[in-house]
């Protein structure tokens, strides 16, 4: 903290003196500037704060020299390389850093030489990036590690905020190209997040902790909408950005007032299912509530396991399925004290000790899937699914060839869980989770048809077949067409943290099927109503709202009759006489909506990235993948697109679509 008491100023020019003497020093190999970064950057808010009293020493000129080289401003003097890596990290710990060192340059002339510098390099390292870099996707995900990876992207983008505030108006702000990409981002962020939380599925090696945007990235929002209006209608100040950051609370009074003056208004959040398969992850959103679902493929990884971080984390992404309410994560019954590791919501796991669920390895695990496929699609930007299956790895405790055919199918507040082929040779049970939520008071009720769990502890096993109503404490109904297994428990649970160095306790209500210890092609199917009618949950508990066409290991695929979309996920290849969709190629998700002018809305989608590099990371983009798709009937297309080519078989009709990055191709269909 700055007091304007200049005594201890010899104290300050001792330890960098000290610090330069050490290693600290200009041309110095010490290591990665980076990874200094984190523990330096103070320093150089320092040295800025007192460079009046450190010019009267006589040593501004040599420290600015050493602050310079330890910033990296030198490798802005060439406009960004496009290969280069670990861009969240050079914008968190340096970016700042840069700042100061350009403007502790000797003259005018060389401050405005480097900053300028700085200006053209910031822009173009705000551009989508190939592959797996490091950087912002061209779906809005930011990656680090290899991976999407929001614990990183919000100090990145709480920094660039910064920037875009000491620059506006000057010659050295971001240009308006690099200013849609952040804006891309930003809103991509504040989508796969509600209140300011995002799901534990996308939480790297953070769960539960660091899982929410900060303050300083809040304003990131305003500052970067006051750089300018980026939707064409010529306002002031960007009006979707200003909205975000009145949305997500932001505090700033400065920012408060200027939003008001511009006359921004809050920007609600838009409901509707996003795909993000740079991630692996969809966000389902309706009302205040989302859903954020999360798999893994040979391009994504699950987490990131560290041998002090997130030691329990292997399930986190293993088709989970987390709703997030509207007043955030932790009112929404999700905490880590007490949080049993094994138990994600939608996740079937091998329930297994603590010490056996750590981490396999002494250094970082960041698992990726044997299959390219998993990953999300949807449908008009409103409805989507979740495909997901595995094969466990031969690792240290565990179960190698457990395996599982997983699928979520969104279709407004009626949320639809399949699964199948579940197999693996455990002595410990198999389990997929329906929720685990924290109790406020151990009165907080559970109802199980006509068994009303009150109580506290209280344990519940449904041994018969046949249909079961069941609730939550946050205002969920799920209905099973069988609800043999089920199982329920209100109890106070016991876990370590997840770096292992402390456990804690909590009352929680969990809800779980139980397949048994080495299930054998086992299976499940349930309804999740989120927040209900009394109407609805009577209605849709007399007659389930959607049809299941196939569930087995080559295709899941669901109509939900009150939208009329049929989602068919496509495994290992679908074939029928009997829907609009023929013949479905393997790893391919469709989805389809008739229209009342009977001309039909469709989607083709495969999650897979295309990218045959394999490794950390790789500069490949992302390749083109054809997937055909054979109709029952005559059809073409209502109007001419790119990507989709329609071609008549006899009776039916091919359908040949290129995807790419992920994103679902959609296209109409009319009648011949």
């Not at 409103?382 to 495909?387: D, I, P, S, V």
């Not at 410990?428 to 989770?433: C, S, W």
């Not at 007659?543 to 299941?548: E, I």
Request: glycine residues 10%.
């Amino acid at each position: 903290m700055y007091t304007g008491n200049t005594s201890n100023v010899p104290r300050v020019i001792d330890a960098i003196d000290h610090a330069i003497d050490q290693g600290f020093a200009y041309g110095s190999g010490w290591g990665t500037n980076h990874h200094y970064g984190y523990q330096v950057r103070d320093l150089y808010k320092g040295v800025w704060i007192l460079r009046k009293e450190i010019a009267k020493t006589g040593k501004l000129d040599e420290y600015a020299k050493v602050l310079t080289y330890w910033s990296g401003l030198q490798e802005a003097r060439m406009p960004f390389e496009q290969t280069r890596d670990g861009i969240l990290d050079a914008w968190h710990t340096l970016h700042n850093a840069k700042v100061i060192s350009a403007m502790l340059q000797p003259d005018d002339a060389q401050k405005y030489a480097a900053m300028k510098a700085l200006g053209v390099w910031t822009s173009g390292s705000l551009t989508y990036t190939d592959g797996t870099l490091g950087g912002v996707k061209v779906d809005g995900t930011s990656f680090h590690h290899g991976g999407h990876y929001p614990g990183y992207s919000v100090g990145a983008f709480g920094v660039l905020g910064d920037y875009c505030w000491f620059t506006k108006d000057t010659d050295f702000a971001i240009s308006e190209p690099a200013r849609r990409v952040f804006k891309h981002t930003l809103m991509t962020l504040r989508d796969y997040c509600n209140l300011r939380d995002w799901g534990v599925g996308v939480s790297g090696r953070h769960p539960f902790v660091n899982g929410a945007i900060p303050e300083k990235d809040v304003e990131a929002f305003a500052r970067l909408a006051m750089l300018g209006d980026l939707t064409g209608t010529g306002a002031e100040y960007d009006p979707e950005l200003g909205g975000a950051f009145l949305t997500l609370g932001g505090k700033d009074k400065g920012l408060l007032a200027a939003m008001k003056e511009a006359g921004i208004k809050p920007l609600p959040h838009k409901e509707g299912f996003r795909v993000y398969n740079y991630g692996g992850f969809g966000i389902h959103r309706r009302g205040d509530w989302m859903i954020c679902l999360k798999g893994y493929n040979s391009d994504v990884w699950s987490t990131e396991i560290y041998a002090a971080d997130n030691r329990y984390g292997r399930y986190i992404s293993y088709g989970s399925a987390q709703l997030i309410g509207g007043e955030g994560a932790l009112a929404s019954g999700y905490t880590q004290e007490g949080w049993d590791w094994n138990r994600y919501p939608g996740v079937t796991s091998i329930h297994l000790p603590f010490d056996l669920l750590e981490s396999p390895l002494p250094g970082t695990l960041m698992e990726r899937n044997d299959s390219r496929f998993p990953g999300v699609s949807s449908l008009e930007g409103m409805n989507g699914c979740l495909a997901f299956t595995y094969v466990e790895k031969d690792r240290k405790n565990f179960c190698a060839g457990a395996t599982a055919t997983k699928s979520v199918f969104c279709f407004d507040n009626r949320i639809v869980h399949i699964g199948t082929g579940i197999t693996n040779s455990s002595t410990y049970p198999t389990e997929t989770t329906i929720y685990q939520l924290k109790l406020d008071e151990k009165t907080d009720e559970v109802d199980i048809n006509d068994v009303y769990a009150e109580s506290f502890p209280f344990s519940y096993k449904h041994m018969q077949d046949g249909k079961v109503n069941l609730t939550d404490t946050k205002g969920n109904v799920y209905i099973f067409r069988n609800g043999y297994g089920l199982t329920v428990e209100k109890k106070s649970q016991t876990s370590p943290s997840d770096t292992k160095k402390k456990t804690a306790s909590n009352n929680f209500v969990t809800a779980f099927i139980d397949h048994g210890a080495a299930p054998q092609d086992a299976s499940y199917e349930y309804l999740m109503l989120v927040k209900p009618s009394s109407k609805e949950e009577g209605r849709y508990s007399k007659k389930l709202p959607y049809t299941v066409i196939q569930a087995d290991n080559s295709a899941h695929v669901v109509k939900d009759e009150v939208t009329g979309i049929t989602a068919y996920i496509s495994y290992k290849g679908y074939a029928s006489s009997a829907t609009l969709v023929a013949d479905s190629e393997p790893e391919t998700i469709v989805m389809e909506r008739t229209k009342d002018d009977g001309s039909v809305v469709m989607s083709i989608c495969t999650p897979d990235l295309g990218i045959t590099e394999k490794g950390y990371t790789t500069t490949q983009p992302s390749q083109p993948i054809v997937k055909t798709v054979i109709l029952n009937g005559r059809w073409s297309l209502s109007s001419p697109a790119d990507n989709v080519k329609v071609m008549q078989e006899g009776g039916n009709t091919a359908v040949v679509a290129t995807c790419v990055h992920g994103q679902p191709v959609e296209f109409k269909l009319t009648n011949n």
